[in-house]
């Protein structure tokens, strides 16, 4: 398994501004994921970052409202940008230590909510 | 396309009752893998099985049993003697084998369950 951490856990942000989340891992993993789950929902995945390459985005996610990085194989952020009260969501980074079908481990989750 | 049904939107069981929660799938893929994972009120999403299609044996870890059953496209949770801290929603997922990139996970709609003292 990974362990994983996210920061922040939680915040509470205006409408109109950005955030931006870090996830980092304690080893290198190729494959890194981010979703997000509105309440009371499942889990949706808006993109699969890969080092070394552009993120690849989910159908109804685009880059300018989701800017992810890449940086490094032990870490990636996510800006939730232009934010909105529908943006209000747990964000969670995951990640498939062995890629491919491996399973997937969770971050904490970021607890966002857009007043 | 790949689905995942989890009919049962929220569930309540008296402490040391068993509970079973039933997820159901849909694929086209002849290999495919089934996952369970447990998010508690503190919303980190915790792994609990992993099951790939040419595997049905049923397996227990602990009070956790999981019956997966290919001729119905079911992969069932049971947990016996439930405790207070059983109580989470718990989510089925999905995933195909895409040989040469990811295949992203499907995941259903969770499942709510409150162990009640």
């Known amino acids: 398994s990974a362990v994983i951490s996210q920061k922040p856990s939680r915040d509470i942000c205006q409408r109109g501004t950005s955030l931006t989340i870090q996830c980092q891992v304690d080893?290198?993993?190729?494959?890194m994921f981010w979703y997000r789950q509105q309440p009371g929902q499942s889990l949706t995945l808006i993109a699969t970052?890969?080092?070394?390459?552009?993120?690849?985005?989910e159908s109804g996610f685009v880059i300018d409202k989701f800017p992810i990085s890449r940086p490094n194989l032990t870490f990636s952020t996510l800006t939730v940008s232009n934010m909105s009260p529908e943006d209000s969501s747990i964000y969670l980074c995951?990640?498939?230590?062995?890629?491919?079908?491996?399973?997937?481990?969770f971050g904490p989750g970021t607890r966002l909510t857009v007043l | 396309a790949q689905k995942v049904t989890q009919a049962q939107t929220e569930i309540s069981v008296v402490e040391k009752e068993d509970v079973t929660l039933d997820c159901v799938y849909e694929?086209?893929?002849?290999?495919?893998?089934l996952f369970w994972y447990k998010q508690p009120p503190s919303g980190e999403l915790v792994f609990l099985i992993r099951?790939?299609?040419?595997?049905?044996q049923n397996e227990i870890s602990g009070r956790y049993s999981w019956n997966f059953q290919k001729s119905t496209s079911s992969f069932n949770f049971t947990i016996t003697a439930s405790q207070v801290v059983d109580s989470a929603v718990y989510f089925c997922?999905?995933?195909?084998?895409?040989?040469?990139?990811?295949?992203?996970?499907?995941f259903g709609p969770g499942t709510s369950l409150s162990v009640i003292p």
């Open positions: 080893s290198q993993v190729t494959m």
């Open positions: 694929t086209r893929d002849t290999t495919y893998y």
């Open positions: 099951r790939n299609s040419f595997d049905e």
């Open positions: 995951s990640v498939a230590p062995s890629g491919g079908t491996d399973t997937q481990y």
């Open positions: 997922a999905l995933s195909g084998d895409m040989k040469t990139s990811y295949d992203k996970v499907i």
């Open positions: 970052a890969n080092q070394g390459s552009e993120a690849t985005y």
